[in-house]
């Protein structure tokens, strides 16, 4: 639609959010009524995600012009959300003040900043890759402020915002950049030459989350490796069927529930095309269930078995790339180039692997957290976090209660963090030599 077409739409027709925290006695209702357009959902799920909100019911229907959601909602302690401020960002974000605001605006949980480069890399997965990676940008004088890292069968891919160490801002020398971008990409080849890595470097606006499933999207994670085997008990209920009558197809999706898994189903459908018409979550059992009365974004249900198994894998393996598989470990100390760098070098000299990190930084602290296993598979040996914990500093390192979960288990699937065999590295993972 004509970005000034659609000014006028709104502007005819403003959206509107009302938020009720009477009708119900534990959580907070919200309705958002607005005209329809491609990726509206979207859009909405992104900003209560965004606000760490956990959507326990959502009702949605988006058929014909009119986009109308009711979900219900409670902050991270199950609670009805009360926050003033929180309160009035919805309605500034979802409401009539957003009517006029940019696509880019729109897109929702969006960061700009021109004071970090963002980095985006995805390579094959090995033992190792983020300890790496993490020494390559340190002997590069760059420190990593925030990243997020997913791997998925066989698969990784991280978004990272550096800065420059000497000054603190984004790096923007054309010959350091094309250094930084043929470094890592090389690290992330390897010695798997099948199949093709990727580093893009860019100083604009980008969603971390929605990007690494683009990426992953992109890369084709989904489609299952010869030799992976899944627990058919762990692995997600995905369903698609066509109803002829409306002209639809019904995705059923029955899964363990936990956070964002709303927002990575339907960033995966706004992704592949298609328009959510109907939709109904229920999130209020440890089992999610979710359903979607879906056409392509052509106005066709799904045409053939082909197309059919492609959501089913796609939904899939959006659903298992956040699973958190391992033991919670969170890091809090002040920050410092090279912090991530002599981590995970510590990791992989006592065997663990990363499944999953998000690394922060807020006010000079760096709030880090990795999911960690044993390389072997086998659970982690509560000596070696205490030898590790000994290492870093009892009080900077702390175990979550979490246990060790792991609920997509899989032998081709290497993870960052690994045994590392190759590079030369001193002490805390600073790079001696690199070539």
């Known amino acids: 639609m004509d970005d000034e ?33 491609h990726g509206i959902l979207l859009e909405v799920v992104q900003v209560l995600t965004d606000l760490n909100l956990v959507i326990t019911k959502a009702y949605i229907c988006s058929d014909g012009g009119w986009f109308m959601d009711v979900f219900n909602v409670t902050d991270r302690d199950g609670n009805k959300v009360i926050d003033e401020g929180i309160l009035d960002y919805i309605h500034k ?128 994670d989904y489609e299952r490796m ?55 979550v229920d999130a209020e059992q440890p089992e999610a269930y979710q359903e979607y009365c879906i056409r392509h974004i052509d106005g066709s249900p799904v045409k053939s078995e082909a197309e059919r198994q492609r959501v089913v894998q796609c939904l899939e393996a959006a659903i298992e790339r956040r699973v958190s598989e391992g033991l919670k470990l969170e890091l809090c100390t002040t920050d410092r180039v090279g912090l991530l760098s002599d981590v995970t070098r510590i990791f992989r000299e006592n065997s663990l692997t990363v499944t999953r990190a998000e690394v922060t930084t807020r006010a000079g602290k760096a709030v880090n957290t990795f999911y960690v296993r044993c390389a072997s598979g086998h659970p982690v040996d509560p000596k070696i976090i205490d030898s590790i914990r000994q290492t870093i500093g009892q009080t900077i390192l702390r175990v979550k209660d979490s246990p060790q979960e792991i609920t997509q288990e899989s032998p081709t699937r290497f993870l960052f963090g690994g045994l590392f065999k190759s590079r030369s590295f001193c002490n805390f993972g600073l790079v001696r030599s690199y070539s």
């Open 226 to 280: 010869g030799g992976d085997s899944i627990d058919e008990k762990e692995r997600p209920n995905v369903n698609v069927i066509n109803w002829h009558d409306r002209d639809y197809s019904v995705v059923t999706i029955r899964c363990k529930d936990r956070p964002k898994l709303l927002f990575d189903i339907v960033c995966t459908l706004t992704d592949m095309q298609y328009v959510v018409f109907h939709g109904n």
């Open 93 to 220: 974000s979802l409401g009539p003040d957003s009517c006029f605001a940019s696509s880019m605006r729109r897109s929702v949980g969006v960061t700009t900043g021109m004071d970090h480069t963002s980095i985006e890399l995805i390579g094959s997965d090995r033992p190792g890759l983020l300890s790496e990676v993490s020494a390559v940008l340190t002997h590069l004088k760059c420190n990593v402020v925030n990243a997020e890292v997913w791997t998925h069968n066989t698969r990784a891919a991280a978004v990272m915002q550096v800065t420059d160490e000497e000054n603190g801002g984004a790096i923007t020398d054309p010959e350091r950049l094309t250094m930084i971008k043929h470094l890592l990409c090389n690290v992330l080849k390897g010695s798997n030459k099948s199949r093709e890595a990727k580093t893009v470097v860019s100083h604009g606006a980008t969603h971390t989350e929605r990007r690494l499933h683009q990426m992953m999207f992109a890369d084709r």
């Open 5 to 37: 077409y659609e000014k006028f739409i709104r502007r005819m027709n403003p959206p509107r959010v009302v938020v009720d925290n009477e009708s119900s006695k534990n959580v907070t209702v919200i309705q958002v009524d607005s005209a329809n357009k």
